[in-house]
């Protein structure tokens, strides 16, 4: 009962930031970008967008194979996408790990729930690093991109808010220490046979990379084909899709809806894009996300009636 509150409250959370951003949009503007938008564009983002999930699936047979666990390809696969279509119903992108490491244990294979979840932790970590990474090629590419960073995002991070963030953390990590230690302390003795595998953790962090560029890219031609007029260059969608995506783990609305459209608004809208017209290219990714998530329905859907 009570994560089915919760559930709710995020959800209409979401909705109420939406409501919120509708409200300083023209619905003729909106219209206007699905109108007039052209498909080649769409059609090729969709296209990377669901080819982009194979990196990710290979990046974590490796460090599954650090574990000395080996899944079939496709089993692989089949899990991947099905964790993508539970992630809908989840807060944050956060979800899809919880819903991998369930896959896994339903798997049957010998491995304890420490090992799956050291495993899925570093897969996380990385995916972190890699975003962390391309944002860090966003500052050196493109005139003023970092004028733009401090003009946008510093003003919100004056010291007192700075000095909050880490009281919080620290709060929060105490919390946990208190709570699980035992757990923590056997999930820590299990990442550190990762340490050993630099071979590994480089080539994953080389997928990661390129699963946040193509990411990157998918927005780039979302906005190619909805823009009336194409003002942004590449360079900005390199610097702000790993921020944004970074905002959308938050666990405050389901799949990051509304949070990642009033995210796009505000790193945006400085350039000259139109609201408008981020509004329309975030909600068609999230449409994306819902079309692909369907095949891992659908796949669930059949391994339940197989049983």
Same mark, same amino acid.
């Given at each position: 009962?009570?994560?089915?509150?919760? &559930?709710?409250?995020?959800?209409?959370?979401?909705?109420?930031?939406? /409501?919120?951003?509708?409200?300083?949009?023209?619905?003729?503007?909106?219209?206007? @970008?699905?109108?007039? !938008?052209?498909?080649?564009?769409?059609?090729?983002?969709?296209? +990377?967008?669901?080819?982009?999930?194979?990196?990710?699936? $290979?990046?974590?047979?490796?460090?599954?194979?650090?574990?000395?666990?080996?899944?079939?390809?496709?089993?692989?696969?089949?899990?991947?996408?099905?964790?993508?279509?539970?992630?809908?119903?989840?807060? $944050?992108?956060?979800?899809?790990?919880?819903?991998?490491?369930?896959?896994?244990? =339903?798997?049957?294979?010998?491995?304890?729930?420490?090992?799956?979840?050291?495993? +899925?932790?570093?897969?996380?970590?990385?995916?972190? !690093?890699?975003?962390? %990474?391309?944002?860090?090629?966003?500052?050196? *590419?493109?005139?003023? @991109?970092?004028?733009?960073?401090?003009?946008?995002?510093?003003?919100?991070?004056?010291?007192?808010?700075?000095?909050?963030?880490?009281? %919080?953390?620290? %709060?929060?990590? @105490? *919390?946990?220490?208190?709570?699980?230690?035992?757990?923590?302390?056997?999930?820590?003795?299990?990442?550190? $046979? &990762?340490? =050993?595998? =630099?071979?590994?953790?480089?080539?994953?962090?080389?997928?990661?990379?390129?699963?946040?560029?193509?990411?990157?890219?998918?927005?780039?031609?979302?906005?190619?084909?909805?823009?009336?007029?194409? +003002?942004? !260059?590449?360079?900005?969608?390199?610097?702000?899709?790993?921020?944004?995506?970074?905002?959308?783990?938050?666990?405050?609305?389901?799949?990051?809806?509304?949070?990642?459209? /009033?995210?796009?608004?505000?790193?945006? !809208?400085?350039?000259?894009?139109?609201?408008?017209?981020? *509004?329309?290219?975030?909600?068609?990714?999230?449409?994306?996300?819902?079309?692909? $998530?369907?095949?891992?329905?659908?796949?669930?859907?059949?391994?339940?009636?197989?049983?």
């Amino acid at each position: 009962m009570k994560n089915q509150i919760k &559930f709710w409250l995020k959800l209409l959370l979401g909705i109420v930031l939406l /409501w919120f951003l509708f409200e300083k949009v023209r619905y003729q503007d909106l219209l206007e @970008a699905f109108k007039f !938008s052209h498909p080649s564009f769409l059609i090729v983002a969709f296209l +990377i967008l669901v080819a982009n999930e194979f990196s990710r699936i $290979s990046r974590i047979r490796l460090l599954l194979a650090v574990k000395k666990i080996f899944y079939p390809p496709a089993q692989l696969v089949k899990i991947y996408f099905m964790s993508i279509f539970f992630s809908n119903f989840m807060p $944050s992108s956060l979800g899809s790990d919880v819903a991998r490491f369930v896959f896994f244990k =339903r798997a049957k294979i010998e491995a304890s729930s420490a090992v799956l979840i050291s495993v +899925i932790l570093v897969d996380r970590v990385i995916g972190l !690093s890699g975003l962390g %990474l391309l944002f860090l090629v966003g500052l050196g *590419v493109g005139a003023g @991109a970092i004028k733009i960073l401090i003009g946008t995002v510093g003003q919100f991070f004056q010291p007192p808010f700075i000095v909050l963030i880490l009281v %919080l953390a620290g %709060l929060i990590l @105490a *919390v946990l220490w208190r709570f699980l230690k035992k757990k923590i302390i056997d999930l820590l003795q299990e990442t550190r $046979s &990762f340490i =050993r595998e =630099r071979r590994v953790l480089l080539i994953s962090l080389v997928w990661s990379v390129i699963y946040q560029l193509a990411i990157a890219t998918v927005f780039y031609l979302l906005y190619l084909g909805l823009a009336r007029e194409a +003002i942004a !260059s590449f360079a900005p969608f390199i610097l702000w899709v790993p921020v944004i995506n970074l905002i959308s783990i938050l666990p405050f609305s389901i799949g990051g809806l509304g949070l990642r459209e /009033w995210s796009f608004v505000f790193f945006f !809208s400085p350039l000259g894009v139109m609201t408008s017209e981020l *509004v329309a290219l975030s909600l068609t990714y999230f449409i994306f996300m819902l079309i692909q $998530s369907i095949f891992g329905g659908f796949l669930f859907a059949l391994t339940k009636n197989k049983k």
